[in-house]
């Protein structure tokens, strides 16, 4: 089992930053990929970042150049630096992660993110 926790978000101007984290319960080595998804009102849910083990990236068409997906071994942490940001950015942000044993794949609980002046 994995508990991820997600911490972060909140209310910024559009063309302001924020950094959201998300810490998992078990070694980030035991992981084989954590990354980001987010889910406005009346939308999918939606890749954003991703980050394996080996530190291959996957970053959404619509945040490249603005968003970057990072992790801190030590602190089994995975972050999301978010700049530039845009009121169709606004949705909740989901932590993922992936075992790498099993391959199942858990879920935080989701940070608000508002965009808006």
């Known amino acids: 089992q994995v508990q991820l926790v997600e911490s972060g978000g909140g209310s910024v101007q559009p063309g302001g930053s924020l950094r959201l984290s998300c810490v998992s319960s078990?070694?980030?080595?035991?992981?084989?990929?954590m990354g980001w998804y987010r889910q406005a009102p009346g939308n999918q849910r939606e890749l954003v970042a991703t980050?394996?083990?080996?530190?291959?990236?996957d970053v959404a068409d619509s945040v490249k150049g603005r968003f970057t997906v990072s992790r801190d071994n030590a602190k089994n942490t995975v972050y999301l630096e978010m700049n530039g940001l845009k009121p169709e950015d606004t949705a909740v942000y989901y932590c993922?992660?992936?075992?790498?044993?099993?391959?199942?794949?858990?879920w935080g609980q989701g940070t608000q993110v508002t965009v808006s002046s």
């Open positions: 980050i394996t083990k080996s530190d291959d990236t």
């Open positions: 993922k992660a992936v075992s790498l044993s099993t391959w199942r794949t858990y």
């Open positions: 078990r070694s980030i080595f035991a992981l084989n990929s």
